[in-house]
């Protein structure tokens, strides 16, 4: 089998891009984020463009640590599954996946909902599996800390198991409705999970038919030691922050292909989708020119409070323009590892003051270029398996997704990478994946 | 003011109609089940019947005590908030009521599924609160067995405390969207929740705008002296069996509001809404022909094992046709105490059988008539204050909701007490019900 063509997601943490203050380009329309009207433009632009999926970032709390995020950022949201549901029906072809926390969420309730969207978008559902890294999280689930780093991702494993066998419980020809006998379903063809393992007792069965798509496709996030075993085992997508240089990036491509091995699976059914967040100018300088500008709309303090969020301390009194010295502790960290990681190996690189360093960050956050630039970039990323395809983080819209497709999509089609039509009905078949068997399927 | 018109739900449980095997008659359509089309044409039919709101009972389990119900039922279902949150794109005044467990789930969770559903609807999202019944739902959800009653309306009640109060986390004009400052939010407009009760710590802020609604409206079905306790002090609609004859249904109406007024509330501020199941014939003849054709599809065994669950215990064995002796103990009773207290009452009128009972069971679920003498039916209930309106609760579908809205809907319109039209856009507006300031208002 050839290899399959490029897979793109267009994601959005922040509904105005992918920066905190990207509500503030000229382009953004921060008051349309909670009217419907505006994600169905960005996820029929994304399907005109032929992505394989919307792919909804999300997070269970206001980040209000500091006071510069409630001053500044877009700290609102909509929730996921009821966003994407209301999506299923302005949208036929791109695929729907929501971000599910496995800490804070019961995997009954997670498998009925993913059903149910699979069953609402006829095979477009998907889900994103975090941790949670935060402990303003915990404390809006009755707990006054997050788990530790390792024992949520042991959860976070443990509860794959039970959504996918939940999934499970009816075959997929369960169902008779036959009015003369009377027969509703075929009771030999449901399974009573009766799971009970070190953090979940979930009896089961499933109260809605097997999905569409068998199980609806699992996306993973954690790019930790712990989060690449986890995608190793049970992921189908991950996505990463991929280093900048292409043999870094063709390492870390390759690592996960050899940890779905063996596992046990086919290289193949995992793929590797780094995050990219592109600004385009119709030259390098108009490219840089439109850095500067999204830069500068972040107030200091915001580039301040959000390092200091990202390493788990109070940077707020240091002097900007000293320099920096830090303790970097990235297996006793308790939030996101892999940020802290990369934070901790721009510092090993060169020294940064502080002020360098977050401009610096955020630099690095977005890659920028020409249209044909891009294109160039992109297919040889994935043509030089660095990346099956990438999640667009979006640095500002509705502009950028627009530009994009516009204007970097048509390239890869031309190039041959990128389809130029959906494969199929399912987001299964945009990733090329195979629709699995139930479990009890002898 | 003039007493709000008739107020009408619709709503299911089973997706083929209130009946266990409704999924057998001749007009259901078993195989559209998982179908959004059916559940639109559901939706836009209740909607040209200027209906208030779709109503979606649900529970978290699959009814496996007894084998029947795999065989004969329909033990599968969709998401509430999924299914409501894509028809909220294909309609656009009705209501959209989903059913949550305030035993199984987390408030922070509820309160952003409802305030996202009110965003993306337009202010037209509500909940009904239910506790749970069944060590079944217990099961999926870690525990052996459920609370206890008097524990879960006490959760419940808390529960709706901490829903209300994150959704007042920001208040209406928190938003300030002021590109040229950079400030999206006034600080100064935020709450912290820090909610810590005795089933429930929760931080907050909720992570998403005020809902357009200000609280989505909350309606609740339990009616024990919990449930109705519970009612009086919180809910906005209430949904409750209520007794076929007029003076038992005036005194129950008259004792919710009773509950209301003592809870500092209007009479007005709670509404009551009984649950109706008509079987609608040309003649009355006709009618009754339709119930003894529904009574038909039903199996004895089905109807013994419902009864046997409505009950808590195994009535297998039991001869179906000697007379039925059993000891009830209603509160110590933890299921729903409500139709097992409607059953003691039964017994308590005459003597039965079992075949009997459960025959008089499935009877007294419906009401039949002629489409004249029940809207007079409906009219009278309504103008002697025995209910502010009624939840449908259509005995098959697609067909008797269809036949509702073109035989008796316009009865109701020409008598002047149902509306020609909708009186605004948002559900609260529907329900006459005004929009409730956030609790950190001066």
Redesign the interface.
């Known amino acids: 089998m050839s290899r399959r063509q490029l897979v793109l997601g267009a994601g959005f943490f922040y509904p105005g891009g992918e920066h905190v203050?990207s509500?503030?380009s000229p382009a953004?329309r921060?008051?349309d984020f909670?009217?419907?009207d505006y994600y169905t433009r960005f996820a029929q632009t994304a399907e005109a463009g032929r992505f394989a999926t919307v792919f909804v970032a999300d997070?269970?709390?206001?980040w209000?640590r500091f006071?510069s995020g409630?001053?500044?950022?877009?700290?609102?949201?909509?929730?996921p599954?009821?966003?994407l549901?209301?999506l299923?029906?302005?949208t036929t072809k791109i695929g729907l996946a929501a971000t599910v926390s496995t800490t804070?969420?019961?995997p009954?309730?997670v498998a009925?909902?993913l059903?149910?969207?699979d069953?609402?978008s006829r095979g477009r559902a998907a889900w994103n599996l975090v941790t949670s890294a935060s402990d303003?999280e915990a404390?809006?689930?009755?707990?006054e800390s997050n788990l530790d780093h390792p024992v949520r991702y042991r959860r976070g494993e443990e509860f794959v198991d039970v959504v996918t066998g939940l999934w499970d419980?009816?075959d997929d020809d369960a169902?008779r409705?036959d009015?003369a006998s009377?027969?509703?379903?075929d009771?030999a063809k449901?399974h009573?999970l009766d799971h009970a393992g070190e953090f979940?007792?979930?009896?089961?069965?499933?109260?809605?038919?097997r999905p569409p798509q068998g199980h609806p496709p699992l996306f993973q996030a954690g790019a930790s030691e712990a989060g690449r075993a986890l995608a190793g085992r049970t992921a189908e997508a991950v996505f990463t922050l991929s280093p900048d240089d292409l043999t870094g990036a063709r390492r870390l491509y390759a690592d996960y292909k050899l940890r779905a091995r063996r596992a046990g699976r086919a290289a193949d059914a995992l793929l590797v989708l780094p995050a990219l967040s592109p600004i385009i100018g119709r030259t390098d300088a108009e490219a840089e020119e439109k850095f500067r500008e999204l830069a500068s709309?972040t107030?200091d303090r915001v580039s301040l409070d959000l390092l200091s969020h990202h390493l788990g301390a109070d940077l707020g009194e240091r002097d900007p323009d000293e320099l920096f010295e830090f303790d970097f502790d990235v297996a006793g960290f308790n939030q996101s590892q892999s940020f802290y990681a990369w934070i901790a190996s721009l510092l090993a690189e060169r020294p940064y003051t502080l002020r360098e360093l977050y401009t610096e960050l955020l630099r690095r956050r977005f890659r920028l270029g020409t249209p044909d630039s891009l294109a160039e970039w992109i297919a040889e990323r994935y043509q030089r398996r660095a990346a099956d395809g990438f999640i667009l983080m979006f640095p500002t819209l509705p502009d950028t997704i627009e530009d994009f497709v516009a204007d970097v999509i048509p390239r890869l089609t031309d190039a041959g990478i990128h389809p130029a039509g959906y494969a199929g009905d399912t987001l299964r078949e945009h990733l090329g994946l195979a629709r699995p068997e139930g479990r009890y399927v002898a």
Do not use: C, M
Not at 139 to 143: A, E, P, V
């Open positions: 203050t509500w503030r953004a921060p008051g909670f009217d419907l997070e269970l709390y206001v209000d006071a409630i001053d500044h950022g877009v700290n609102v949201r909509l929730e599954f009821t966003l549901s209301a299923s029906q302005v804070y969420n019961e009954y309730h009925r909902k059903a149910s969207l069953h609402l303003e404390r809006n689930f009755g707990r419980s009816w169902f409705y009015r009377g027969v509703f379903a009771r449901l009573v979940l007792s979930v009896r089961g069965p499933l109260n809605i038919p709309l107030p």
